[in-house]
């Protein structure tokens, strides 16, 4: 099996200068990462591509319509492949929350994996919000296909095909224009990844 399985994380979004929760907020490409998702289309010209699949945020729409340019290639927006949802914490500073909400904040840092913030969802709900669609994606296509998400969407993807645990799920690296390339190994019979760009 050849298929290529390119997991892309969106292009930059401007959050000023604090970090963020920013989750399901719905924020444009910066002037950075709309470059940063035209060097991704000059990556990509040259690689045949069946479909591409696309979190529904103006921040993946937009790097995916960079990236196709004016290529024949479907595309198909997936509600499932939304960033984790922060609830309250959206758009909130990460200082605001460790002043205001303390306890909270700590216990996310304990147990990032199952700690809900008020109104959002965990990582462990994400995964398995995520996890169908992209096996699906996996079993209903036989080229190569690009999968353009968010970096948590893409942490559980990584987690759950490479066997870490969710509790270890910050330390996969996902910068702002990554990709990721997952492929069958044959010989171990399972799929691999590769970080490429």
């Known amino acids: 099996m050849d298929k290529r399985i390119y997991l892309i994380r969106h292009g930059k979004i401007d959050v000023g200068e604090e970090k963020r929760y920013i989750g399901i907020t719905d924020l444009p490409l910066s002037s950075e990462g709309i470059n940063q998702a035209g060097q ?3 990556y990509f010209f040259h690689i045949s591509i069946e479909k591409v699949y696309v979190s529904p945020l103006i921040r993946c729409v937009q ?3 960079i990236i196709v340019g004016s290529r024949n290639i479907e595309s198909v927006l997936l509600e499932e492949l939304k960033e984790i949802n922060m609830g309250d914490w959206e ?3 990460f200082a605001y929350i460790k002043n ?3 306890e909270q904040y700590e216990n996310r840092g304990k147990h990032i994996d199952t700690f809900i913030p008020p109104g959002g969802e965990s990582f462990y709900q994400l995964q398995q919000r995520v996890m169908p ?3 699906s994606i996996i079993r209903s296509t036989v080229g190569n296909v690009l999968v353009i998400a968010h970096a948590g969407v893409n942490r559980v993807i990584l987690s759950n095909f490479l066997g870490l645990p969710l509790q ?3 330390n996969v690296y996902q910068p702002y224009g990554c990709v990721n390339e997952l492929f069958w190994n044959q010989t171990y019979q399972r799929w691999q990844c590769k970080t490429v760009g």
Do not use: N, V
């Open 63 to 65: 790097t995916s319509e």
């Open 133 to 135: 669609a992209f096996e």
């Open 91 to 93: 758009g909130k500073s």
């Open 100 to 102: 205001r909400f303390p």
């Open 40 to 42: 991704l289309s000059e």
């Open 168 to 170: 270890e799920i910050l």
